[in-house]
């Protein structure tokens, strides 16, 4: 590949790039305030029933991790990623663990 080439391929990925940002700078802060949001509503209810905060931490954490993943995946397509393996990898993945607690 001549540097000419390499140039002409960058500058055709630009545009695209520049015209994903604010989508994607959109998903991310909407991911922070829905964080901010989850944990603040698990503390106002750990403290109007007999929780303390300590015991609502381990939901707290994963459904950060689940938005986490989600934002993710959501600003992978937005840049232009094909996702639909992923959602079919992680389906099955979710299906076999579905499957395992019920076999338990």
């Known amino acids: 590949m001549q540097f000419n080439e390499l140039i002409d391929r960058i500058s055709a990925f630009v545009p695209r790039l520049l015209g994903a940002l604010p989508l994607a700078l959109a998903i991310m802060l909407g991911c922070f305030l829905l964080n ?3 944990a603040r509503a698990l503390l106002v ?4 029933t007999h929780l303390t905060e300590m015991d609502v931490r381990p939901i707290r954490r994963v ?3 689940v938005i986490r993943l989600l934002s993710a995946i959501l600003i992978l397509s937005v840049f232009g990623f094909e996702i639909g393996g992923l959602w079919a990898m992680l389906s099955t993945i979710l299906g076999l663990v579905a499957i395992g607690f019920v076999a338990v």
């Open 36 to 38: 901010l949001l989850v």
């Open 63 to 65: 459904l950060r991790w």
């Open 45 to 48: 209810l750990a403290r109007r």
